[in-house]
């Protein structure tokens, strides 16, 4: 079993006018060195449901009602409670969702980077994607033209320092955490659709997990292309947002999609205001 020291610390990411927060951890993915595999850390389904027990104590932690903003949820109908049965389950094109016993918890996201899993929780009901990517996955003769337009390629230099391998990291985090926030990832969506704008910077006082330097992290405002739209007509009207950071080696990224007509929101369309990415016809 994972002993409480090797309990990971949970991290919080507050997305603009409120929305979130999102919480996520990670723990190492396989038994540790010179161990052998015991409880959740021998396969990914028990590593998964242990990440998301830890977040979902977290979040009750915090003492806030949970709230969905979905007609069919009421407060009193939610089991707020700390230790629920929680069981991961997969949708048809494999979005992770949360069971509370019976009834659909908040949505939750994976991932898996090196021998790290990932795991995020969102305290709203809003839906959520996380990624993270590293340079050394884009080395070689990488065929970046499949995956990024050369505008996105060109905006994300500068967060990264000028370092094309850089850039394609984070990019490639950005797209595949909002691919997972629409809930298809790339079965049904290609790179190439899912359209990263230029950084808008960060909020004041915001942070993300150690990201102690303000330069260190970065939103990202995407949207789709009239193809990709046209065949998730359900998306017209939502926003995408996506918070990255630069944590040693890698970036981590973690999407936020917004629920359409929420009252006070009036960000859904921003994306109009942003400069048209030149991508062709995808």
Known sequence: MIKDSQKPAVQTVH???GKGPVFYASLPWGPMAGQMPAGPEKNGLGLKQHLISILWDHFVGRQKPFRMHRPYDTPDAFPFQADPFIRVIQGPLGRPQLLLGDHLGPAISFCKSGK????ALCGDGHDIGIDVAQSQEFQGKYPFYRV???????????PAGDDLKQAAALLWSVKEAAAKALGCGFHLVDPLQVIVY??????AGETMGNAAEENSIYDFPVGLSEKAVKRFPMTHGRFLRVRSV???NRWLSIALLHRPSQPGDGQHRLVNQFPKIQTGEV
């Open 198 to 203: 230029p950084s808008t910077g960060r909020a």
């Open 246 to 248: 630069y944590q040693g």
């Open 15 to 17: 997305f603009f006018h």
């Open 116 to 119: 790290t899993r990932w795991a």
């Open 148 to 158: 990024f337009h050369p505008g996105e390629l060109g905006h994300a230099l500068k």
